[in-house]
């Protein structure tokens, strides 16, 4: 969605914020907060017909990922500008495309109740896929909104040990007034999936006809695990408030009385964010066979080949700060904030066969943000982050972005750069983890990145290119097989530096009803022992559009995902991570999908032919990763019913 500055005072209007009290027929505002002052953004809520089928499955979820083969297992982008540092809680970074969270949810102010519910199906009973999503959201007056986000997923999954099982609701809430601010949200989550450590030989995909003599359903083909299962729960509690100081200034406006109307007009805000979370880990094992060659069975416990490992986390943020606001006055052309945060953080890991060790750590840090967010011209914010006192001391982020529009051809092209320096200590799962097969402690350095890059973007020509990159220096990896099939390490820290280059370029093309919509990323490695990437990932889409009995919009075309060969990442069930591989090349094999999606008022739906590509490309070398298959041909269906009363 552009953020034009036009949208953002519609969007101000709305919610009763005061940006030269603009009146708005808007029905519907969506809108997103910083988490860690609750400053507002533009929100992106998912309402678009073009490309819905694309984004109801795993590989929509960026131009090319890496994941286990089913909806709701594990997943990585195979772009590395898409892959968000790993969090105090690794555990659960290879789900954040699937979970809610405050940083990513949409606040709604609605002039009427509103609802949705999405359905997505497919497959047969045995290994059928559902994902359920439901939205309610209603105003109590101007200022107060509440609501509540479902998800449920489940999927049984085409293949044996495959299933996936995902429930998180959320229950959200705002009070936008002119002196006070408040955004709330809560957030229970449970999720549960089968490990099957991949097919056992990849030829029961490529070739079936050398290893059977008779057709097998792929739910028969061995796989190196069967009873072997992650769980993974939590709770997170998210509030922030914003106390506005100011004052009252006239307006030529009058209202029905005759009487002349005031504007509220911030000075400045005292902020207060308080985020209190629960994480909780289990890998459970009953198979008799080695649970990883890779790391040779390394039974440090002397209990047998069963696992039952767990480990826990909580954590407790609090921030204050006080920001000074933009446009009060004539001077006051930007906003300037600072803030004071304290994190709390306890660990719980085994300590030996019977008992546990808790961990505690605290970290205190300060800093602040400088930003000019309105106006036609240009608009910039730069933050900087120090850590001053615990686990943390000594880290920094410096970060910031400047944008400009320039006017061309009847239409507005904007240039926004932006960079990064970050300093971070790694986070405690890195340089410490007990379970049965696998056990370390490291003693780390920090983590250095700088990144500098910018996006250009032309509305007239559907063009939007962004190009950067950055220098790592310290990363952390999980390794590969050593010859021997062992381990020595089971995570590293590489020394030296790495440099990654990307350039994505979107580019649409329209001929009339006839459209192509195209996404590629070219990037490159300095390393690529280390950081392996593809030279080239591309999705591309290709449909008709057009309106049939003036009501019912349809879109009737294909798409395509696909990424060159290079080596692949490899995901490993008991630490729940991508690790790297060297056995084989994974790639250059294009993903094909056929679909009908159309929109009808409220409505939109859709019937697509997962996969069409095994039919004519041979061999049908469809895998995700090193035997990681995807799903084989399948019809998938979905539905989104706003309800609007």
């Not at 209007?13 to 969506?30: F, K, V």
């Not at 066969?353 to 309105?374: F, L, P």
């Not at 020509?461 to 590969?480: P, Q, S, W």
Request: proline share 4%.
């Amino acid at each position: 969605m552009p953020d034009t500055a036009h949208m953002r005072q519609r969007m101000m209007a709305s919610m009763g914020m005061p940006e030269n009290l603009i009146d708005t027929t808007q029905r519907i505002a969506y809108w997103r907060i910083t988490k860690r002052t609750g400053e507002i953004v533009l929100g992106n809520p998912d309402t678009l017909l073009t490309d819905y089928p694309n984004r109801t499955h795993a590989d929509g979820m960026s131009v090319a990922v890496a994941y286990a083969g089913n909806l709701g297992q594990p997943l990585e982008s195979r772009v590395y500008f898409d892959r968000p540092d790993r969090s105090d809680f690794m555990f659960a970074d290879p789900y954040y495309y699937y979970a809610f969270a405050p940083e990513k949810h949409n606040y709604v102010n609605t002039k009427i109740p509103f609802s949705n519910l999405t359905y997505q199906t497919a497959g047969s009973r045995e290994n059928k896929e559902e994902r359920l999503l439901g939205a309610l959201s209603i105003n109590f007056g101007k200022k107060l909104n509440v609501g509540m986000d479902v998800n449920y997923l489940y999927a049984r999954g085409f293949y044996n040990s495959q299933a996936a099982k995902r429930m998180d609701w959320d229950l959200y809430g705002s009070y936008i007034a002119d002196r006070h601010q408040v955004h709330a949200f809560i957030n229970p989550f449970n999720a549960t999936n089968a490990e099957n450590g991949g097919i056992s030989d990849d030829l029961w995909i490529t070739d079936p006809i050398r290893v059977s003599n008779s057709k097998v359903q792929t739910r028969n083909i061995p796989t190196l695990y069967s009873y072997t299962w992650n769980r993974l729960k939590g709770t997170e509690y998210f509030l922030n408030y914003r106390y506005n100081l100011g004052f009252e200034r006239e307006t030529e406006k009058v209202d029905s009385l005759g009487e002349t109307v005031t504007q509220f007009i911030p000075v400045s805000s005292i902020i207060f964010t308080f985020n209190y979370g629960t994480r909780f880990r289990k890998f459970n094992t009953t198979d008799s066979n080695e649970i990883d060659p890779v790391y040779g069975n390394r039974d440090y416990w002397g209990t047998g080949l069963a696992a039952n490992d767990s480990t826990s986390y909580w954590y407790l943020n609090n921030t204050l700060g006080l920001s000074l606001r933009e446009g009060f006055s004539e001077w006051a052309k930007f906003d300037l904030t600072a803030f004071l945060t304290q994190k709390n953080r306890k660990y719980t890991l085994p300590a030996d066969s019977v008992s546990n060790a808790d961990i505690s750590q605290e970290s205190t840090y300060i800093g602040g943000e400088i930003a000019k967010r309105t106006g036609e011209i240009l608009r910039y914010d730069a933050q900087a982050e120090f850590g001053v006192v615990g686990y943390n001391l000594g880290d920094f982020q410096l970060s910031g972005k400047i944008e400009t529009r320039i006017p061309l051809f009847q239409d507005t092209v904007s240039v926004i750069a932006r960079g990064y320096i970050k300093n971070l200590e790694p986070s405690f799962y890195e340089k410490n983890f007990h379970s049965k097969y696998i056990w370390w402690n490291n003693s780390f350095g920090k983590v250095k990145k700088v990144f500098f890059g910018g996006t250009f973007d032309f509305p007239l020509t559907k063009t939007n290119l962004t190009i950067g990159v950055e220098n790592v220096n310290n990363y952390i990896y999980f390794v590969d097989a050593e010859p021997n099939g062992e381990a020595v390490e089971f995570i590293k820290q590489h020394t030296g530096n790495i440099q990654i280059l990307a350039a994505t370029l979107q580019q649409n093309f329209q001929f009339g009803a006839l459209h192509w919509d195209n996404q590629l990323v070219y990037q490159t490695s300095s390393d690529q022992s280390v950081i392996p990437l593809p030279d080239l990932c591309a999705y591309s889409n290709l449909y008709l559009n057009f309106v049939a009995a003036k009501v019912l919009t349809i879109q009737i075309g294909g798409n395509m995902h696909y990424f060159t060969d290079y080596y692949a990442p490899i995901y490993e069930p008991v630490t729940q991570q991508f690790r790297l591989q060297h056995e084989k090349e994974l790639g250059n094999y294009p993903i094909i999908s056929g679909y009908v999606n159309c929109h009808l008022k409220n409505t939109r739906f859709f019937i697509e032919f997962y996969n069409l590509s095994s039919s004519f490309i041979s061999p049908p070398a469809y895998f995700s990763m090193l035997h990681y298959p995807l799903n084989p041909q399948i019809f998938k269906l979905g539905l989104s019913w706003n309800f609007l009363n």
